[in-house]
Every structure is written in structure tokens, then in C-alpha cells.
């Protein structure tokens, strides 16, 4: 593939706007799975180990998991959180890898091990996924020594990986809830060590699958141990209208007390990844015509199409960020207290073992499908392969320091944003005194934190008959396209208690003009779709400028956040189709997409 570094010019003035003395830019993935994850190691993941994945995130060449060859990544990460489900950690590997005698002679042991020796080893795996779902979890698969076993693993692992200044690597774990087949789950992390983390074991779906107990055990462990934890849901666009719902797990109408709970352990919601973007849908948002980027609205349903049902499309009001970044601006006025004021990071959600988010070195949601041959093969509900699975996202964050406790304090503060992919740097700040010379500047970050408030911040005693303004900039990634456009996004609180949003480009490459419907045009397509090359003729290598809301209403709550668009690059399932000399539209999915970045938003709220 053809991918054109930056001119050292470009290079040079990115890096003086970016670098500023109060934050700098690290990235990473907070969301990986290796053979300890039951599902993982049931699709072909078999010795996969956390100590693996910190190793491909620092760059160093691997070993694939299931094809057996030397894999390695494209651009090494500066931190990663190793994310295995919670729920019988390593029972899997030990039952059918380590023959482990004691497990191996309980009487479900022994159906397992029969199961997955015979004929039929994948109903081993819908056995043993069907007591969590169930919520009947098999007491000797989970006594304390076991899950301690477990934990401890994952802690060795990240203290042994752990670099402070050069690699961060968090503790954490996830939780998945997945009430009749609707995705509820969180990974959760501690910037603490291992010392901290062994004082207690990680809350699990079998233990409760419903959000609130979650939340309440953080506040338990926290006031006992003194331990640090974040809470990050993921996937609301195949929760069945559950993640950003306006009632509670038992169906009651949300209230303040809930809502705080909420937002004091999730302040971050992971809005791409493998399994589809979250960021809106295009029947949310009809008027966004970039709203239709990697869908993915099928639930999970494996049961239910076993048993003959049919997989529908599910597109409700809690499942995408935009319109839950909406209802929380109307729960803030009823409740005075935002349960959706969430910032938003990207990462992959990889069961392979690394955390692979490049399309040209992509190795697959799970092991088994990291060549392009298994691509064919349908594995999850409601896809017809597995080029329906996206090569997304990472994490952006802004920290004065690449350490455990510095980028936790970032994810906490929302300075944080996510990308589909790219190292697509930005920098997003609100403030009322902003000026068209700022986006100029060689001190863009020092301007922005002197004048305003970072992505993630609160615009608040805004002057009176003065409309915020926002400092935005972007860098293209270095071995990525160019970018296209940065747009800002917009909703806001009506009088009569409705949400309403805008998407606005605020600033865009070459000399395109926007259209009687005042719209950009667009940016233009380089892609062969004969080779897969790209050049960057069109675009630009970096987007700058202020923009002030046109249409403000001082008496209005309201969020912003910037969303930066690349020119169109192939997507995997292109370089897939080259080489398997195929039609790319035999995978059912587009041959080039346009990657891009969402920031955190930025919130404004009306003078009392």
C-alpha cells in the first residue's frame, strides 16, 4: 500500500502546536482479550497470554495465535490495559490446555472434556457460555483460589510489562453482562499496582449482570481498599436500547441518585471498535450524511438464531452516543446531574491477543479468522462473514506523563479521544475568547488551556450575549491519509424540553465551497481498487481554525465535539478481496472508508 509520510515541514509545525508543556499525546487500547477469555480461546485462541499482548503493543514481533506466523505492529502503542472476561478466567485453558485433574473430574468437567475431545467440541463452549447467560455459574469452576489464580496472572503480568515513562500497562478486567442477548458489558481498569489490586478479586456478570451492582461494589471496594477504578461500557449499538437506557436494569425511571452513581464510575464511553462504531446511526441522525460509518446494529443472539429466529436490525434510542449525549442534557435539567456526560475513546476489543486497529496489518476480531480464507467463515449473529467486524479504534489521551496514575487522571477529567484507527492527533478546546489568529499559532495548546477548557470540559458563567467559540486543530497520522475535513457536532435542549442536533464543517481541504444545501463537497477517492494503492494528492496533512456557534442560545444546554474525517483509504476487506484475487463486493462490504477521530465533548450550561 501505498502511504506517503508528511513532509518534514508539516511534520515540524504539527509538532510545535502540538507539543505544549501542559499535556502530551499518548496512545493506546484499553480493551484486549487473550486465551483467558472464554470465548477467546474457543475460537482458536489457545495460548494466547497477557505477557504476549504487551509485548505486540510495545512492537516487538509475535507469534500468531492460530496460523503460527511472525506478526508484529505497524506503530507500537504507549500504554494498554489487557482486558480478559472475568467471568471463569482461564477455566477453559486450564480444563483442555493444562488438563487440569481437578477441575477435569468434576461431573461438568468431565461433560466438558467429553464434549470438547469428541465430536462436538463447540458445545463445549455453548455449555460453559450458557451457565453465564444463564446466571447458574458452576461453583467449582469459581471458588476464590481459582478466580484468585486468575487475577493474579493478569496482575503479574502488568507489573512485569509495566514501564513508567515508557509503557503503561493497567490492571483491569471485564465485566460482561448480557441480559437475553443484549450487550451491557465494561471493562474496567485501576491505575494502581498489583499490591492494591490483590486485595480484591473482579467483580463478575455471575455475580449480578445488572450495571448498578457493578457501580455499588466499585463504591464498597473503594471506601474499604482504597482502590482507584474506572468503569468504560462498550458496544451500546448492539444493546438492544439497554446501554443509554432511561430506566434502570429492574425498568425503574432513572433517578438522581442513579445518575450520580453512573457518572462518578463511568466518565468514558468506548465509542469504536471491532464489533461497529456507536458514534449515531443514520436513522438517528438522517441530516449526517457521514452517519452511516462501519454499522453494526445486530444483537448477539446466538441462541435465538439456533433456534430458528430471525436476526433483525436493532436501531433504539440508547444504543448510540450521540443521541445519549442528547438525553443526558435533558436528565441534567430535570435531575441537575447528567448520567450521559461521558468523554470518548476508541479500542479494539481484540480476542486474538493483540490489539490490531491497522487495516493494512488487521488480524481479526478472533484467532480464527485472522487470515483472509477465514474472513469467510460466518461466526457471529446476524453477519454473512467476518469482514462485517471492523479494524477499530484507539484511545487518544492527553496526559502530562506516559504513567499509570497521569493517563488515568486524563480518562477521569475526559481529556481523552478516540480514533477508528489512525494516530490522528487533535486538540479541542471551548472558551469565549477565542480568535481567528489562535488556530494560527505555534502555541495552539498553551492558547487553548489558557483561554479555555480542554475536550471534556464544562463551559459555564458565559458572558452575557457572547456564543462560545472552539479552538481546533488535527494532524494527520504520519503513515495514514491525508484529512479531509474537521466538523463540529452539536446538541442542544430545546425550551419545550426536545434534544436537537447540527453537524457543522467548520474547516476542510483544498478549495471546495459548500453547496446550495450547505454542505461540503466531497473530498474526492484516490483508491485503486485493482491494487489497493492510495496516493495523497487530495486532502490535506493538517487542519486548523476557530469557529464560534452561529446559532447559540445562551439559554440552552448544550455539548460540542469535533469529528475529523480522512479521505478515503481501503478498508481491509479490499486488500482482503485483492489478495484473495476476488470481487471486493463478495465480502458485502465497502472496498474504502473515510477513518476518522471523535473527540471528547465539551458541555455548555446556561448561567443560573
Avoid at 481459582?146 to 483491569?172: C, Q, Y
Avoid at 460466518?378 to 484507539?394: D, H, I, Q, R, Y
Avoid at 478516540?418 to 495548546?445: C, E, N
Amino acid at each position: 500500500m501505498n502511504k506517503l509520510l508528511l513532509p518534514a515541514l508539516c511534520l515540524t509545525l504539527g509538532a510545535s502546536a502540538l507539543n505544549a508543556e501542559e499535556t502530551n499525546l499518548y496512545w493506546g487500547d484499553t480493551h484486549v482479550h487473550t486465551s483467558n477469555s472464554m470465548d477467546a480461546y474457543f475460537f482458536n485462541n489457545k495460548d494466547g497470554t497477557p505477557a504476549g499482548a504487551y509485548r505486540w503493543a510495545k512492537g516487538l514481533p509475535v507469534i500468531n495465535t492460530s496460523n503460527r506466523t511472525r506478526i508484529q505492529i505497524g506503530t507500537p502503542l504507549d500504554f494498554l490495559v489487557v482486558t480478559d472476561h472475568a467471568e471463569y478466567m482461564t477455566i477453559p485453558k486450564r480444563l483442555f490446555t493444562l488438563k487440569d485433574k481437578a477441575l477435569r473430574e468434576t461431573d461438568f468437567g468431565k461433560k466438558l472434556v467429553k464434549l470438547w475431545e469428541g465430536e462436538n467440541p463447540t458445545l463445549a463452549g455453548f455449555e460453559l457460555v450458557g451457565t453465564v447467560n444463564d446466571l447458574k455459574p458452576y461453583a467449582p469452576f469459581v471458588t476464590p483460589k481459582l478466580r484468585g489464580s486468575a487475577w493474579n496472572e493478569v496482575i503479574k503480568a502488568a507489573e512485569d510489562a509495566n514501564e513508567p515513562g515508557k509503557f503503561t500497562a493497567f490492571i483491569g478486567w471485564e465485566w460482561t453482562s448480557f441480559p437475553n442477548a443484549s450487550n451491557l458489558h465494561r471493562v474496567l481498569f485501576t491505575p494502581q499496582s498489583g499490591g492494591m489490586a490483590s486485595k480484591y478479586l473482579p467483580y463478575t456478570a455471575l455475580d449480578s449482570s445488572d450495571p448498578e451492582e457493578l457501580w455499588n461494589w466499585l463504591e464498597k471496594t473503594s471506601k474499604e481498599t482504597g482502590a482507584e477504578l474506572i468503569s468504560i461500557p462498550h458496544n451500546g449499538n448492539v444493546s438492544n436500547g439497554l446501554m443509554f437506557s432511561r430506566k434502570d436494569y429492574k425498568g425503574k425511571p432513572i433517578d438522581a441518585p442513579y445518575a450520580k452513581l453512573r457518572a462518578r464510575w463511568e466518565p468514558i464511553y468506548e465509542v469504536t471498535q471491532i464489533k461497529g462504531d456507536s458514534e449515531t446511526h443514520p436513522k438517528q441522525s438522517p441530516d449526517d450524511e457521514f452517519s452511516d460509518y462501519e454499522t453494526y446494529a445486530h444483537l448477539l443472539d446466538a441462541a435465538g438464531v439456533a433456534a430458528g429466529g430471525e436476526m433483525k436490525e436493532v436501531v433504539a434510542e440508547g444504543d448510540y452516543a450521540r443521541r445519549a449525549l442528547r438525553t443526558g442534557l435533558e436528565f441534567e435539567e430535570k435531575l441537575g446531574v447528567n448520567p450521559f456526560k461521558f468523554g470518548l475513546i476508541g479500542s479494539t476489543d481484540s480476542h486474538s491477543t493483540y490489539a490490531t486497529g491497522e487495516e493494512d496489518n488487521f488480524q481479526g476480531k478472533f484467532s480464527i479468522d485472522s487470515t483472509p480464507e477465514a474472513r469467510r467463515l460466518k461466526l457471529l449473529p446476524g453477519t454473512e462473514n467476518m469482514w462485517a467486524v471492523s479494524a477499530a479504534g484507539f484511545a487518544g489521551v492527553w496526559a502530562k506523563e506516559n504513567t499509570r496514575q497521569s493517563l488515568y487522571e486524563a480518562f477521569k477529567r475526559k481529556e481523552v479521544y478516540a480514533t477508528s484507527g489512525p494516530r490522528i492527533a487533535v486538540r479541542f478546546f471551548g472558551g469565549f475568547s477565542f480568535k481567528s489568529k489562535d488556530a494560527k499559532s505555534k502555541s495552539l495548546a498553551k492558547i487553548g488551556y489558557k483561554k479555555g477548557v480542554p475536550m471534556g470540559g464544562d463551559l459555564t458563567d458565559a458572558p452575557k450575549n457572547k456564543a462560545p467559540s472552539f479552538l481546533v486543530h488535527a494532524v494527520k497520522d504520519p503513515v495514514e491519509g491525508n484529512l479531509d475535513r474537521i466538523q463540529i457536532v452539536k446538541g442542544w435542549l430545546n425550551a419545550d424540553g426536545t434534544t436537537a442536533e447540527k453537524v457543522y464543517d467548520v474547516v476542510w481541504s483544498g478549495e471546495r465551497k459548500k453547496g446550495a444545501n450547505g454542505k461540503v463537497p466531497v473530498v474526492g477517492n484516490t483508491v485503486n481498487l485493482e491494487t489497493g494503492a492510495y496516493t495523497n494528492t487530495i486532502g490535506t496533512a493538517q487542519l486548523a481554525t476557530t469557529w464560534t456557534d452561529p446559532d447559540f442560545n445562551p439559554a440552552q444546554r448544550a455539548f460540542y465535539y469535533a469529528r475529523v474525517l480522512q479521505i478515503p483509504t481501503p478498508r481491509y476487506s479490499l486488500l482482503d478481496a485483492i489478495a484473495l484475487q476476488m470481487d471486493v463486493k463478495e465480502t458485502g462490504h465497502p472496498a474504502t472508508i473515510q477513518e476518522r477521530a471523535y473527540s471528547s465533548p465539551i458541555w455548555y450550561t446556561p448561567n443560573k
